[in-house]
């Protein structure tokens, strides 16, 4: 299931120039102070700004501050006192990673609910057991916990609820129904996996073990993807794909046919296999009896020159014979009948599957012979000069 982008209402506060009598500016020292309730000194900078709700002024707070073990980052938040409007979000005060990041948090407790989180916008987060994932871009980033990040989705399925009920109850009821499960997470009656996926690497999940490891937090760098390098602004635009050159050893013709059977128009299919070696100095003939019906799935490669005979059948003549060797056919095939398949090629280019390989296949012998002349001129071997070919040629001019 999909949480949609509208969790926080209204559209982010562009701030105006700053009024001197509201700006109060934090304490002095380091600009980035790590983050602590104890800390007493370290206050948030007000801005006046311009609420884009109901266009009067409202107060944008910034706290510039430093998550333990990770880097630093920018809190805002927006509230203005004539509509009640209020926006919260962080951005990372860093540059673009080198690499992605993806923790994998596998909760089985209470505690890992309070677990400190830094999701910027650019993060996918996903919870597989529920089968639901927040998009990229869909939200603001945020500082908060496990339980926070659960909560915001939960508001973000509520908020348009009222509506759905009106006009798709069917959908409401379901997302009612996935609401109670994200509610019953916070239980962690169950354990289940948290999954939060940057592609920028600013992106954090606190290890409350640190500097030691956490068996229960999984973390991955990875390098980004052209589409994930456009996705950050990275890329002015996506790189032209080069267009794939043409594989004719692969490709497949297509024609239009008529059915033999109705007389339909259709669509054949073909594509021509053929042996590409030489002649060999010896041609062969393989012969296999067939006495069971997994002989018809062996692998067969007939070149365009050979005949090929089917042994303990008669020629057809009248229609009458055509019908019995066709019922004869029928029967080889069903495995029925016993046959012997015989594959003659003079320029010994084909080839029958071998399915003891590399032993000796009881039911198949391959021969070998000497063309003769006949065979010899129809392969066009006869007259054909492959020694001392340049004697004789008149210089060209």
Known sequence: MLAEGALEPGTPA??????????????????????????????PTEIESLCMNCYRNGVTRLLLTKIPFFREIIVSSFSCEHCGWNNTEIQSAGRIQDQGVRYTLTVRAQEDMNREVV??????????ELDFEIPAFSQKGALTTVEGLINRAISGLEQDQPMRRASEETIAERIDEFIVKLQELKQVASPFTLIIDDPSGNSFVENPFAPQKDEALVITHYNRTSKQEEMLGLQAE????????????????????????CNAPAQTNMKLVKSGGAVEPLGTRITLHITDPSDMTR????????????????????????????QKLDQIIEGSMKAHFIMDDPAGNSYLQN????????????????????????????????????TGLAPQR
């Open 14 to 43: 562009a701030p105006a120039a700053p009024s001197p009598a509201r700006v109060r500016a934090p304490a002095s020292g380091n600009l980035f102070r790590p983050i602590s309730a104890e800390d007493e000194e370290q206050q």
């Open 119 to 128: 999701k910027t916008e650019s993060a996918t987060t996903r919870i597989p």
């Open 238 to 261: 996506a790189p032209e794909e080069k267009p794939e050159e043409d594989d004719l050893r692969n490709e497949v013709l297509q024609f239009n046919t008529n059915c033999p059977e």
């Open 299 to 326: 692998d067969l490669l007939k070149v365009t020159k050979n005949p090929f005979t089917l042994g303990d059948s008669s020629s057809p003549g009248q229609a009458e014979k055509l019908q019995e060797f066709s």
């Open 355 to 390: 399915v003891y390989a590399p032993e000796d296949d009881p039911e198949m012998k391959v021969e070998c012979y000497t063309r003769t002349f006949d065979q010899n001129e129809e392969l066009g071997l006869n007259d054909m000069k492959t020694e001392g070919y340049e």
